[in-house]
Every structure is written in structure tokens, then in C-alpha cells.
């Protein structure tokens, strides 16, 4: 092959330390979420491209210009997902769970979308989702955000993040907050961008969201979302926050928050910090009851919030303690059989062992170090005649002469 080979732009490959605090990650915010209620759920990565364009928002940057689409050997068009609430929430519609609910649902898996990478954004990312599906009521707002605390201090990284909440009011409200923001961001058309010039006329909101700075001095003076609300959408919001207050959860209100992706309604946040520069979202969310509707579904009430990974990756090192493993070196070139067969011993009793056999005794000693072995069990000729074994702690440098099943006792 004489073309060099690389990774696609924006993906990356995981090993090493990398690897290990990924799975740290997923396993500390799993179980995490397993104190709440939740169960894990996987979903495909490919969907019908209908299940994201038609729920995301066409003019939500994700859909317009970021999804990994394309049409398959029978031109079906399918896409990658960029998210995984909507495969979510199709799989509980084609899956007929209505009579499953409540269901409080935990994912973790790889996501693709086409935007510019840099630091903290990639073209294939990973995330930590949860769904709330039949969440009724101010106290599952309230649980979902315990929850992110909860998690955020297992992680160790509560203190670098701040909760950003805002609520975008009823399906009423928000029709009504559009039209003010339309009427309000006309009269400044000639100054905006020229994404927000679009956005104008199909999502005005958005516009509240834009990272141009031009943009955001009109935007700082622009109506409050507080203004629309209905009475029912301001008790709502009313109700959490004192919710929130007893529940010591610290928040800042941003009425400007607004969410990239269309599905949200009443509460929506943000778990910002400034420790990553520009990407500084580490996650997000809200309450979404249109969605299943909107899908075909069931009238039901929904909330849930994604975390990104690779960004709580970013924000500190994150030291897991793997297993020491025991490393069996075989003197000489006889007797792998029966060095084999302790390996095999020592792993049907859970200890990590490897078998180091090949090159000089050196480099088999070598790699022991490598793999800071805990125990190193020395097996040759004479080992194998008296079936006891030179064992030496790494730790403490001691050397004794133990059986198999002394061995197994060091565990
Ligand atoms: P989102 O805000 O689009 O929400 O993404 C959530 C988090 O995923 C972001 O805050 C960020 O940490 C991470 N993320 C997003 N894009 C990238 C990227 N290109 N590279 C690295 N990390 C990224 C959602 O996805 C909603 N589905 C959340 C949700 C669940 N709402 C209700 N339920």
C-alpha cells in the first residue's frame, strides 16, 4: 500500500492511558446512574437519515451541515448517528415499550459529526446519555440534574463546571417568543452575520446561540425569553429552581440559553466550564415532551442530557488502578507446557498473568518491569521437578519458594 495511512480527519484511536480513562469514564458514570434507577440501552449507529432531520430541526447546525449521511446498496438513505436521543426514542416507538414506562435509560457510544475539529471537538466522539422517558412532573427535572452532580463529583470534577439553566417555556410560549425575536432581530437584519441572516427566517432563536461577535452585542439587548412565558411555563420554572435551592444544587440562570438541537421545551442547561477554552460545554440538555409525538409516539413527557467524554477527559488526568498482573518467566526453553498450564491456573483464579517466554532471560525480565508485575514467578527445570516455584515481590524485592496454590494465596 503506498499511500500513507492516517485516521480520518477528527477521529481517533484510543489506547493506553487514553483507553483506560475512557472506560473509567463509562464505568464510574454507569454505575453512577444505576443509584438513580437507570439501565443500560444501546441503539444502532445507523439510522434512517428521517429520524434525526425531521426531529433535530433543519436549521439546527447538526442537521444543516454536520450529519454523516449517505445512501446504502438499496438507496435507502441512512445516517450516522450525530446523537442518541431521536434513536432512542424511535426505538421505543418501534419497539411498541409504552406499557414500560416510566424508563430511566443510560448509553455510551461513539457519535459522528462533520464539524471542524480542534481541541475537544471531533468528527467521531464519544458520549455518556441518559434518557428519562416518562418523566412527569418538577422532581425528574431536579432528579436529572442531581444525577449530573452526582456523577460530576464520582468523576472529580464538580469544581470546575458551573450548571447553566434556563427554561424555553411551553410550545405557546416559545411560537410567541419567535415572533418577538423576529420583530426585534429585523431591524438589525443588515448587521448580522450571514448564518444569522439565515436563521432569521427559520429559527430566530438560534441566532441567540451565535459565537460571531457582531452577533452577540445585538443579541445581549434582544428580549428576554422570560417575557413570553405562559403562567404555567413560569410556575414551572418557578417550582425547580426552589426545588433546586433545597436541594443545594448551585445554578446560574442564562436566559440566552437556548440548545443547538429544536426538540427542547421548558427546562433547558448547560454544564459549562472554563477550563477548556472555546469548547468550553462539557454537556447538555433538557426536557423534550414533543418528541415522541412529533415521532409517531405516544403524548409523553421526556427529559435527558449528554456528556461528552472526551471533553471530561480534557479536564483532568484521570489515574485508574488496574491490576497488577503476576508474570511467570520461563527459564530456558523447556517446560512452556507446564508454565502454560500455572498461567492458566493463576487466570481461572482472576489474576492477571502473563507468560514470558521468548528472547533472553533478560528481555523476559525486562518485560515483567514493563508490565509492573507484582509477583515474578521463575519457572525451570528444577521448579518443575519439585513443583515449587522461585517467586520473587517486586515490591519488596524478597524471593521465596512457593506451590501453586501458595502462589494463588498471594492474590
Ligand atoms: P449536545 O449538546 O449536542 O446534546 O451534546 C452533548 C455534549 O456532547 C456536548 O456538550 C459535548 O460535550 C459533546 N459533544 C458534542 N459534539 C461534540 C464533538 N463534535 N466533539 C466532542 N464532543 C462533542 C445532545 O447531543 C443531546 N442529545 C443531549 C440530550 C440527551 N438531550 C436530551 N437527552
New binding site residues.
Partial sequence: MAEKLHPVRGMKDLFNEDYTAHEYIISIAKSTSELYGFQGASVPILEHTGVFARTLGESSDVVSKEMYSFLDKSDDSLTMRP???AGIMRAFISGGMHHQLPMKLFSSGPLF?Y?RPQA????Q?H?L???FLGADGVYSDAEMLMLAQHTFEALGIAGDLTLELNSLGCKESRVRYQTMLLEYFTEYENDLSEDSKRRLLKNPMRILDSKDENDKKIVATAPNIAASYSLDAHKYFDDLQNLLNIMNVYYKLNPQLV???DYYCHTAF?FTTDKLGAQS??????R?DGLSKIMGGPDMPAI?????I??IALMKHFTTTAKRPFVIVLIGDENLGHAALIAEELRAQNIPTTLEHKGKIARRMQNADKASARYVIFIGSDEVASEKYKVKDMDSGTESFMSSSEIIDLK
Fill in positions: 446523537e442518541f436521543t459529526r464539524d475537544g471537538r471531533l468528527r466522539f458520549q446519555n441518559y434518557e440548545r443547538g438541537l448547560e460545554a462539557i454537556g447538555g440538555g433538557g423534550y435527558g442530557f449528554a456528556l461528552g472526551e471533553r
